[in-house]
């Protein structure tokens, strides 16, 4: 499990990599707050749940971290570290109807203290969820 | 890609042929100089531009600018013109920041008579202009009231008295886009966008006090009312957190889109929807709410600037005001008119990172500026010049009335980061007497004038090609950034 910066010209890009696909998300999450040199109060911890169902894997991950980004600039910022994710394929859950897979999460995290640089977008660029000898990969473009 | 795919129809025009990739709707035209071109190579964004070819119900050619570099899909100096209302609207071609722009305020206080003063003045505009990461603006509005931002944009700021009529008369659309549905903003946006109406952000967004440097056009500089050696304000910023929301949103709602319109494309940053669809009104109705609120925000920032002129200058001297010279976007999808292949035609005209550059005579110019053209305002990067053009007759037969938006970045950030110290930087421009107040020092870095291109020769080559006409060039004097 990991991540390194990607060389970008307008905007930041990290390429990450785990061993399945929802530590793929909580290591592309860490990223990001590492990229954006987020620093967190010591203080007391918040929890938040939150669920997506999109058209794909990718779709999941870009909304999964869309909602990092929400939370940067809400309750006067707050930033995540510890996530439970749960990738559910909508056949199982029962749903007549469905996009095409959910995403559970509930996260905990803190209130942050200081932000470098914020990341303001999640994009789709190129974006390929893939399988490899190190478990699965993604390059993951953000706006700043 | 390499320079020997491309077409040379001049010393500043280039094409890549339609032959060039099997996908390919419409060809690429690039305004650069070899030496530019050189440049860009460095980058994947002629690859974006090609990418960007394939959107459906594109008309004439793709234009990319000087400027141009790389972005995430549609590449940043880009122009698209899709057939109105059956060809697509992208929100990747639009951007993130939807309507990301510029505001150009001028005064008649000399820069001789107020050297003296520009520390006091840069620790004021630093106070009055909120900036930096997620910081609040200006003033916080109820939701009920934001949607009146989202619906009226700068209208909303002069009922507020935030703004005269001489600052609409002088904006883009007059800062209020027709048609805007604040129905269509989510709540999450709203909620980003509530508490930073009249903020700066971070980013490259800034507000530099300038002085005017030189004047290549003294009747245009005249209407504008820049005179040598006077100070000038420019305000460089979009529609924050709301406009990225309302992005976001339509991406990722897109990205069913293209499935049930059955349109294939290379990158799902492109995802598109024909403009006549639920979808694709949708969407242009959230994108003019979040163009009107970036309006309404650079209006409240003119505003606290004028604040702090105010503050540092009206004790000592009688005319000390900021009248605006213009507001401008650079992010922007617009329903226009031009000509294609002798026909006159309505087109979405998609502009990310290029500025709308009307000629003399277009319709929507205030009348002065109606015989001069539309002023395109040009931000460099932070420590050298800005410059202030106009739009021309050959910029609406050759790139659908448009120019290039700034200086385009050439070094990644994170090498930026590695090669630049932004306390070391703040040092050399403070040296060079150019005041600075910065948020962040990794920031800072990362914006350093040497992770850009030289503006003076992207400003040359649109200047060359014919498609802008110089008339001012700025210096900075004070530089504020989030």
Known sequence: ?144 | MNIENLVQISETEWEIPTYTRHDMRVPVRLFATRALLEQIMDDKSLEQAVNATTLPGLVGSVIVMPDMHQGYGFPIGGVAATEYPHGVISPGAIGYDINCGVRLLSSSIELESARGEMDSLATALNKYCPSGVGKEGVIKVSLKELDHVLRDGSRWALKNGYASEADLARTEETGSLEGADPGGVSERAKARGRGQIGSLGAGNHFIEVEVVDEIFDEEAANVMGLSKGCLTVQIHCGSRGLGHQVCTDYVQQFQSAVRKYGIDLPDRELVCAPMDSPEGQAYLGAMRAAANFAFANRQLLAFAARRAFEEIFAPGKQNWHLHQVYDIAHNMGKIETHEVNGKQMKVCVHRKGATRAFGPGSPGLPPEYKKIGQPVIIPGSMGTASWVLVGTEDSMTRSFGSSCHGAGRVMSRSKAKKEVQGDVLRQELEERGIKVRAGSMPGLAEEAPSAYKDVDAVVDTVSAAGIARKVARLKPVAVIKG
């Open chain 1, 1 to 144: 499990m990991g991540f390194e910066e990607i060389s970008h010209t307008a905007d930041w890009s990290v390429h990450v990599w785990a061993e399945d696909v929802p530590s793929l998300f909580a290591e592309a999450a860490r990223a990001m707050n590492a990229l954006a040199g987020t620093v967190t109060d010591q203080g007391p911890r918040v929890k938040r749940m939150f669920e997506s169902e999109g058209t794909d894997v990718e779709s999941l991950l870009v909304a999964f971290l869309s909602e990092l980004v929400y939370y940067q600039e809400q309750d006067h910022g707050l930033a995540f570290d510890i996530f439970a994710l749960k990738i559910e394929e909508p056949a199982l859950t029962g749903e007549a109807v469905s996009k095409g897979q959910m995403l559970k999460v509930e996260m905990e995290g803190a209130q942050i203290v200081s932000t470098d640089k914020a990341i303001k977008a999640v994009t789709y660029h190129n974006l390929k969820i893939e399988k490899t000898n190190r478990g699965f990969e993604a390059t993951i473009v953000f706006d700043v």
